[in-house]
């Protein structure tokens, strides 16, 4: 790859190959540059280090299951939704937990992101800052979940949990507690 055709997003995204393939610990911008066939140094125009590379990597799976969520009809069908595309990608992509619990995010990065799920919420009547909350649960249900039990197979009791969290957040709205 010639440098002129080197970017973040490209970076990024082999990085997320590399993690796949080889898990977390093996993700390094040496590596990334040899997979790339451009010199380390190259990186570093685009890349700060390896925890700015992590940070970047983790934003981009967010923001892909942002992508995979389903519309819906209702707020809790959509964080139904979003759940459920955390939970894919979460056990699909080898790592994912641990990219999720060692990357720092920049604030604007998280607030962005945290922004998006608070307005798609927002449509259906949920205030700004429940729906922050309800996010960090479901995220961390996922997260904790597929951390826990991380197979596919464990969909069903996963299905339950959130099922469950889901009736509490409808409890809530209905009581207004």
Same mark, same amino acid.
Not at 23 to 31: M, T
Not at 91 to 107: A, E, F, G, N, P
Not at 109 to 138: N, P, T, W, Y
């Given at each position: ?23 977390? *610990? ?6 990334? *540059? ?35 969520? *389903? ?89 339950? *949990? ?16």
């Amino acid at each position: 790859m010639s440098f002129s055709k080197l970017d973040r997003d490209g970076i990024v995204q082999e990085a997320l190959a590399l993690l796949n393939e080889e898990g977390l *610990a093996q993700v390094s911008l040496r590596k990334i *540059a040899a997979r790339l066939d451009v010199r380390v140094s190259s990186l570093y125009w685009h890349i700060r280090d390896r925890d700015e590379l992590l940070a970047l990597m983790c934003e981009a799976v967010f923001r892909n299951c942002l992508e995979q969520t *389903a519309s819906a009809d209702r707020w809790d069908e959509w964080l139904r939704n979003f759940a459920i595309a955390l939970w894919n990608k979460q056990v699909s992509l080898r790592d994912c937990q641990k990219l999720i619990i060692v990357s720092t995010l920049d604030q604007p990065v998280k607030e962005s992101l945290q922004d998006v799920v608070a307005r798609q919420l927002g449509s259906f009547g949920i205030a700004h800052d429940l729906g922050g909350i309800m996010q960090m649960s479901i995220q961390a249900l996922v997260t904790g979940w597929s951390t826990l039990v991380p197979s596919p197979e464990s969909r069903r009791e996963f299905d339950m *949990a959130l099922a469950v969290l889901l009736d509490g957040w409808r409890q809530r709205q209905e009581t207004g507690d």
